[in-house]
């Protein structure tokens, strides 16, 4: 009758007191259970072990109290845990002998452990083996409920409001699946000084614009991701209404030569990433797919997208990775930590059925990189891409007129004069390009690195254009200079240095050549606010822009503020 009465009385209060072992913050005790207690590890695309060789100390279960050094042994409580614990195992401690902290146990701990000992107790007599249980352990039990009364009728009431909030949260919560994750940008930009592409002055009206970014992270598995991502913007690039050139356009507007940007809210990215082994991901992209999906471009910090890093295009990362744009499929192997292969093929409009459309008969883009690492600090890529009716406009807006030839002639109503003729000209090309890119991490707060970038381009027929058939020799280079944490931790200052793509030879007399160098240079310092906010003011100034030296170089400023929610 008296074990009855004991175990009624604590199993009423067993349920709040497990839960509130880990409420009250003290992770060094853990709850013994019958079965062997496992975890999953959270996943963040790449799974992450929880136990690493460094941490690899596990949770053992100790017989002796007399083991948990923080305990005092002086106390009767001490006295009565030891002989609970070292009859019935029913508290796990740590193999180094603490409770984590170094601290002694409080009373809210010690009610937790004791908590543990009585669904011990109650295991054996379920399973018919309570003559294991001796009656003077049923009365310990009892004497230490009523000293302890206090501490859990205030963890009951803890216990109740969580499970209140908890209730709550369940009700309400978005998804049991999907995490959603934000971006919205807010930039105030304009043209100091300089001319455009045809030779004009170039208006100097500041703009206020933005673009906003909702990501839709969904996970079935914990090692997959499905990304819905809908965006808006009302910044057109400057190649549109000012300078009248893919060159120094900003990542985070819109597309090149395009003008009619107004905030409508569209699906921008949509793919759905998986591990096929574990060394090998696939990236299956059904909109708005980019190279960066799933390929290491090495340039660390600089690449952000438009949110952070550089503010171009071109300072983004090498332009020949704009090449690849649309739907399709990507692949990441991982020879070791040290060798990775990425493969990929986008189509541009994969869901048109009609001729020159489709996925393999219009327009695409075509990867494949090789991405060494001989070291940490140290990452080497070598790039190739095969393209047919895409340029560096793609993804993108980097490079001349005439680098772009192909969606400068469709697209730009504003050529300088010598394409002008040719304006409205739909001419098919097919392009080969080769990269390397390199990043050396010289220090915890120095990042050199670097790329260049050849394309040749060729013209596959004339179309009744006018324009022969022939092949255009494109380069681009840069140099990167990144500086992390310059002046507070967070922060980020970076510089580049470079020639955006640019045609130094052509067999087309049409087309011809780019005549001069037109040289890019950015800097910018991004400002970390909070977590959540930076600040970046910054500026571009492009030399002879177009490649056209009769053209004054252009200055272009910008202060964009980043807000991550």
Known sequence: MLKAKVLWSFLQQAPFVVLVASVVGYGGLAIASPANNTSKPENNQTEQSLQSPATADAVAQVTSVSQLSDVQPTDWAFQALQSLVERYGCIAGYPNSTYRGNRAMTRYEFAAGLNACLERVNELIATS???????QDLATLQKLQ?????????????????????????????????????????????????????????????????????????????????????????????????????????RFAGGTFANDNNNAVGIDALLYQFPLTQKTNVIVEANAGAADDFTNTVNPYLDGDGGSGALSHFGTRNPIYYLVNGAGLGIQHQFSKNLELSLGYLANDPANPQNGSGLFNGAYGAIAQLTVKPTDKFTVGLT???????????????????????????????????????????LPVSSNAYGAEASLQLSDKFILGGWAGYTNTRILASNGSGINRGSLDIWNWAVTLGFPDLGKKGNLAGIVVGMEPYVT??????????????????????????????????????????????????????????FNF
């Not at 083996?129 to 009656?135: A, M, S």
């Not at 969580?162 to 930009?189: C, Y």
């Not at 067999?507 to 050549?513: C, D, E, L």
């Not at 977590?531 to 910008?558: E, F, K, M, R, Y």
Request: charged share 20%; glycine share 6%.
């Open 384 to 426: 190739y891409v095969n393209s047919y009716n895409n340029d560096f406009t793609a993804n993108g807006s980097t490079g001349s007129n005439r680098a772009n030839l192909r969606s400068a002639l469709l697209n730009n109503p504003n050529l300088p004069d010598d394409l002008a003729a040719f304006s409205g000209a739909d």
């Open 129 to 135: 083996t309570n003559d294991l249980v001796k009656k």
């Open 146 to 250: 009523e000293q302890f009364t206090a501490e859990l009728a205030t963890l009951r009431g803890r216990v109740n409001a969580l499970e209140t909030r908890s209730a709550e949260l369940e009700k309400h919560q978005f998804s049991t699946t999907t995490k959603l994750n934000g971006e919205a940008i807010f930039a105030v930009a304009g043209v100091v000084s300089g001319d455009n592409a045809r030779g004009e002055k170039i208006n100097r009206n500041p703009i206020l614009g933005d673009r906003v970014r909702l990501n839709f992270d969904s996970s079935f598995t914990g090692k997959d991701l499905l990304r819905t991502r809908l965006q808006a913007t009302n910044l057109n690039a400057f190649s549109a209404n000012s300078t009248f050139t893919p060159e120094s356009d900003f």
């Open 505 to 562: 030879s052509s067999s087309v007399a049409q087309v011809g050549k780019d005549k001069n160098n037109s040289y890019h240079l950015e800097a910018f310092y991004q400002y970390k606010v909070s977590d959540n906010i930076t600040i970046t003011p910054g500026v571009i100034w492009l030399t002879s822009p177009d490649n056209n030296s009769n053209n004054n170089d252009a200055v272009i400023g910008a202060l964009r503020t980043t």
